[in-house]
């Protein structure tokens, strides 16, 4: 099978207008082009929310999803993609993905739920949320009554949620390009020139702000909540100081981890990824007891991944457990239907996530014909809880309240293209002024909660996202009390990871007397060049 180029927008054959990458652009290079026998894979396990009903012909992969009236909105989930919902009374409570509570105990939905909507019932529609502190798993939760609605997702946005208003009726989906396919979006002429610029291909590929590809399509962030019918984004979390601990919680985040584990087990036939650092060896602690009931994986597409993979298979030995390694073939050719499913991949990702990747794409392209799993358990939500900005850019304590300019110099090493910087600098005015950034209680870094709010929604969710092709994924520590547990260590233990080496200690010690992978990121050199460029570039206009 031929590769389709997907990537520029023009007019078709028989001359109709291709408004960015929109819905002309789908029918005619994909499934007029041969793609038919993958169109399962098009925006696999994705939703679409709309107020109005879609027109059949707008939806050319509609028979790959299942419509569901849910009060006044329409409800079109994936069917690879689970949907339960909780009515009481005139609430009505909807989950896209999966849930589960390891503080309660708690493995089905259904219960989940039915929590939200009691709370509804008694305290109205936002202030129902926080039900939801204690929920681990990948999920977007509809609340719906008849003065209206509110969407929420999980702790760290990993199940992406993208929303606008446009002449189809408002539109929340899980997929930028579905949104500009269903609606005829256009893109976004600035996005374009950042995505073009030298800086982009420059560490992980992510959008400032709440930026999408496309023209007025916006970015839901974690800890809020997009209230219907008035669009409003409303901030719900967190809601009291984080009082300070030692190691009086230790306990506590044990037993989570372990519970959500328990849970892992009984639900899906589940594999736990590994790189041999501290979060992956963590989670692989918190399976102990129950190492019988899991698989154990790496994958190598880069020389990084290599070193990372070879450390996870010599700890896997240590503990006399099976690993596998799957190698991702440096040619093409050696991928099944590489070229289709390279399209397919470019395109379920706006065309933004993979560029100059080609070594993702040859990995979610094999991965999707080799696993044996339903649920991968990766662990880079721990992340939240490790001081990752202050390490990265080597400082105790960042400027507060962080700038728009501070976020942008966290989010990419900007320091030419002064215009683009000037554009992201005004995305990042958006994402404070429109997600209440900074109105936190006592107790929270700044510096933590934008690793939290917006790279892992707009460059974690993401690359969740693209292994959906292949598996569903699931990450225990994403779990707002749980993250809190952490966040209570202090920064100087947090910066250290001690806290997190006290909890392998405690769940394995033949795991914690295990030296983790170096990290590349935080040798002396790389860390006193982005010292540099962070104190340079929030001095230069």
């Known amino acids: ?10 007019g078709d054959s028989r001359g109709r207008r291709v408004v960015g990458y929109g819905r002309d652009a789908m029918e005619n290079r994909v499934w007029d082009t041969g793609l038919l ?96 502190k204690t929920t681990t798993g990948v999920y977007l939760v509809g609340v719906v009554t008849a003065a209206g609605a509110c969407f929420v997702q999980d702790c760290c946005g990993l199940m992406p949620a993208y929303y606008a208003e446009t002449p189809s009726g408002t539109i929340i989906t899980s997929h930028a390009q579905l949104a500009a396919d269903l609606c005829d979006l256009a893109v976004d002429e600035s996005i374009r020139e950042y995505l073009n610029a030298p800086f982009y291909s420059l560490g992980i590929r992510i959008l400032p702000g709440l930026k999408s590809r496309f023209r007025d399509l916006r970015l839901l962030t974690p800890n809020t909540c997009l209230v219907l ?45 590994l790189s041999g650092g501290i979060d992956s060896r963590m989670t692989l602690a918190a399976a102990n007891g129950m190492y019988d009931r899991f698989k154990y994986f790496s994958f190598v597409s880069s020389d990084a991944e290599a070193r990372d993979a070879g450390a996870a298979k010599q700890i896997c030995r240590e503990l006399r457990l099976p690993h596998r390694i799957f190698r991702i073939p440096e040619a093409p050719e050696l991928v099944v239907d590489y ?15 993979t560029k100059g990747m080609d070594s993702e794409i040859r990995k979610i392209a094999y991965l999707a014909s080799k696993v044996d799993f ?47 910087l000037g554009y992201m600098d005004r995305a990042f005015s958006e994402f ?11 107790g929270y870094d700044e510096a933590d909660m934008f690793y939290w709010e917006h790279r892992m929604s707009a460059w974690g969710g993401l690359v969740r996202q693209g292994f959906e092709l292949s598996h569903e994924t699931t990450v225990i520590y994403n779990n707002r009390s749980l993250l809190e547990l952490f966040l209570q260590h202090s920064l100087a233990d947090r910066i250290h990871d001690i806290p997190q080496m006290a ?39």
């Open 1 to 10: 099978m031929q590769g389709i180029d997907l990537t520029q927008p023009a």
């Open 37 to 132: 026998q993958h169109a399962n894979l098009l925006f696999r396990r994705s939703y679409v929310i709309m107020t109005r009903p879609l027109e059949r012909d707008r939806f050319p992969t509609q028979e790959h999803f299942v419509e569901h009236g849910v009060g006044n909105l329409h409800v079109y989930v994936h069917k690879d993609q689970h949907f339960v919902q909780v009515s009481m009374g005139d609430v009505t409570a909807f989950l896209i993905g999966h849930a589960y509570d390891p503080f309660e105990d708690i493995r089905e939905e259904k219960t989940i739920l039915a929590k939200v909507a009691a709370q509804c019932a008694k305290s109205g529609i936002v202030d129902s949320l926080p039900v939801l």
């Open 229 to 273: 019918p008035s669009l409003e984004v409303v901030r719900f979390y967190p809601i009291a100081d984080l009082a300070p601990v030692a190691n009086g919680n230790l306990a506590e985040i044990c037993d989570a981890l372990c519970t959500s584990m328990r849970i892992c087990a009984k639900r899906w036939k589940a594999a736990i990824s």
């Open 339 to 353: 070229h289709a499913m390279s399209s397919i991949i470019e395109h379920n990702t706006a065309y933004f996530r």
């Open 374 to 420: 339903e649920m991968e358990i990766k662990s880079h939500v721990s992340e939240v809880a490790r001081a990752f900005y202050h390490k990265k850019i080597g400082m105790r304590h960042f400027r507060m309240p962080l700038r728009p300019r501070d976020m942008s110099n966290l989010t990419k090493r900007n320091l030419v293209q002064r215009r683009i």
């Open 432 to 442: 404070v002024t429109t997600t209440r950034f900074g109105d936190f209680p006592q």
């Open 503 to 541: 909890v392998i200690r405690r769940l394995n010690p033949a795991l914690g007397d295990i030296s983790a992978v170096p990290n590349r990121m935080k040798r002396f050199d790389r860390i006193a060049l982005e010292n540099v460029f962070y104190r340079l570039n929030s001095w230069l206009p």
